[in-house]
């Protein structure tokens, strides 16, 4: 069996018979690779027979192709697998337009019915259903190695392959050194781009890999098909970056160039399923011999300029030696922050939030305290960063809330029963098993839900909205309280505020501290104020810098006030002095009301 070939045309048959070739020794080395040999694909050829003759209910057939090989390879006792191989490289050309996703519907099904019938068929006999089971398993792997490997080529309307497989980062390389050699001989410059698809997490986590799989698919077929030039070499080198080699070009301008095409074609979404996504792309740019004379540090290069590029207006940008700088720094945040972690050297601070009734301490807000002997007093926004980018957030986030509840049970023990905040960035809050962790976590120490006030940045439900609001239910439903933080500052709606579960409102320091000042900041807070009652939310105003501030904080209805006229971030231990001297009453000036 062969790919169909248009008899038209003989240069497509030379083109056809060229890949199939091709498309065989890909099948081999593959099957070698996954252990699916001669005797696993004539086993599962057996297999096969047998179901098909003795248990006919039990067959479900995935694909005609494969039918067809199979009944060959079990009529000749399953020795010949030529026809299997053959088989496997015409039905995943067969497929019209996501050959990952013919492979999750056929393969899974072909898989799961004669899963079925091995263990019916050889139930008396375990070492055989073994056996016939792992060779099963094998091709199964296979199947999804080669669809994975034909993923990246494209197919016109009579099945015969027009591109190549997108290089992976190792063939890439050797691709890539092969083209320096040849520069470097020549003299000549070579352009870069490292083009990073920022959607691609999303589509992983929502849709799964092979979703991503495909989209990944049709950002190169944008590529190729509307910018780059036959001579343009594509390949991976992460799961969501593309590197671009732009060989024998004029200059730093022509990478620009090519860089503000692809950026342009990239501009409309892309359907997968019944849902559009933007790419979300940006663009690094390196030159040889410019910035670097080897592939490692050009594609390191590109890599930082890209991220530069998230920042950067035209989502592009050319390296820079600033960019290693940067890169370089955050590696020691990183490597910092782990040793710190593993050292048990973090604090907690605790920032009083003072009630308007009582004048006392209604609320505590935890706040991140890392002193380091290279880095020196690193701010908590930055900390926060550090452990999302390192890969840490998971560890960090534990560490915090296991440490705020055993010293909030502490706080009980002493007679300080008041509430405790707690800040989740939104990658944290959008963990599967965050929900469980808080529940472990207020287990453990005892405290109850009530006392806690997850809060939750603004910025953490744009794009998120159903994730969040499933999340925050099932988090109201253990009784903690949910809390919003820096509304007004992000790209949420008033909307989105109504659907979710929230309970309290933090009117954020960019407003308050101006509010006596600026007219227009003293108008968003009465506004704000207003809003959160309307819909039932406490309020608390961060960022009070003296009493006038406060009295007019409290005259608009806010029940908690925080900041630097109150407090700074205490100390355990300095909390419950504060507490007990009752210095809050003083700073709140309540005779001024």
Avoid at 337 to 349: K, M
Wanted: aromatic content about 6%.
């Amino acid at each position: 069996m062969s790919p169909s070939i248009p008899q038209n045309s003989s240069s497509d048959e030379t083109v056809a018979a060229e890949q199939g070739v091709e498309l065989g020794a890909l099948t081999a080395r593959l099957a070698e690779e996954f252990g699916a040999d001669a005797a696993a694909l004539t086993q599962v050829a057996t297999v096969f027979r047998d179901v098909r003759e003795r248990a006919p209910d039990l067959f479900l057939p995935a694909a005609g192709a494969l039918d067809a090989a199979f009944i060959a390879a079990g009529e000749t006792g399953g020795g010949d697998t030529a026809p299997i191989t053959a088989a496997l490289g015409e039905w995943a050309l067969d497929a019209e337009s996501e050959p990952l996703e013919r492979m999750r519907r056929d393969c899974q099904r072909f898989q799961s019915a004669m899963t079925r019938g091995a263990m019916r068929l050889y139930a008396a006999d375990p070492e055989r259903c073994t056996d016939s089971l792992l060779a099963l398993q094998r091709f199964n792997f296979l199947q999804m190695a080669l669809l994975a490997s034909l993923a990246a080529r494209g197919q016109d309307a009579g099945g015969v392959v027009r591109t190549l497989p997108t290089p992976e980062y190792a063939a890439f390389m050797e691709i890539f050194r092969n083209v320096i050699d040849a520069h470097q001989q020549e003299g000549k410059s070579l352009g870069l781009l490292v083009l990073q698809i920022g959607k691609v997490e999303q589509i992983d986590r929502q849709l799964g890999l092979q979703k991503g799989e495909a989209f990944m698919l049709r950002v190169t077929r944008r590529m190729r098909e509307g910018v780059l030039r036959k001579q343009d070499q594509l390949g991976r080198v992460s799961r969501d970056q593309f590197a671009c080699l732009l060989p024998r070009i004029a200059g730093e301008g022509v990478a620009i160039l090519a860089a503000s095409k692809i950026l342009g074609v990239l501009e409309t979404t892309i359907p997968i399923g019944d849902r559009d996504f933007d790419v979300d792309a940006v663009v690094g740019i390196a030159v040889y011999p410019d910035h670097g004379n080897d592939p490692q540090a050009l594609v390191r290069n590109a890599k930082l300029a890209a991220r530069a590029a998230r920042s950067a207006s035209g989502r592009m940008a050319v390296y820079q030696a600033s960019h290693g700088e940067n890169e370089d720094r955050q590696m020691l945040y990183e490597t910092r922050l782990r040793h710190a972690l593993e050292g048990n050297t973090l604090e907690l601070g605790f920032e009083p939030q003072l009630d308007a009734k009582s004048g006392r301490i209604g609320g505590l807000e935890c706040v991140l305290r890392w002193t380091d002997d290279e880095l020196g007093d690193v701010p908590e926004a930055q900390a926060l960063a550090t452990a999302e980018t390192a890969g840490l957030l998971r560890e960090l986030t534990s560490w915090i809330f296991n440490n705020a509840l055993r010293q909030s049970a502490e706080f009980a023990g002493a007679g300080l029963e008041c509430k405790l905040g707690l800040k989740v960035l939104a990658s944290g809050l959008l963990q599967p098993d965050f929900t469980n962790f808080v529940d472990r976590a207020l287990r453990t120490w005892g405290v109850p839900p009530g006392r806690v006030v997850i809060g939750i940045h603004e910025s953490a439900i744009a794009g998120s909205l159903e994730r969040v609001r499933d999340t925050l239910t099932r988090l109201k439903r253990l009784g903690l309280r949910l809390g919003i933080d820096g509304f007004g500052t992000g790209s949420s709606s008033l909307s989105n505020l109504a659907q979710l579960p929230f309970d309290e409102l933090k009117l954020s320091a960019s407003f308050v501290a101006d509010m006596q000042r600026t007219a227009l900041h003293g108008k968003m807070v009465r506004t704000l104020v207003r809003l959160a009652r309307d819909l039932g939310l406490h309020v608390t105003a961060e960022g009070v810098e003296d009493g006038e501030t406060v009295v007019a904080l409290l005259a608009l209805g806010c029940e908690r006030v925080q900041g630097k006229h109150v407090s700074q971030p205490l100390t355990a231990k300095e909390i419950l002095v504060f507490e007990k001297s009752g210095s809050g009453l003083a700073k709140l000036r309540l005779s001024d009301l």
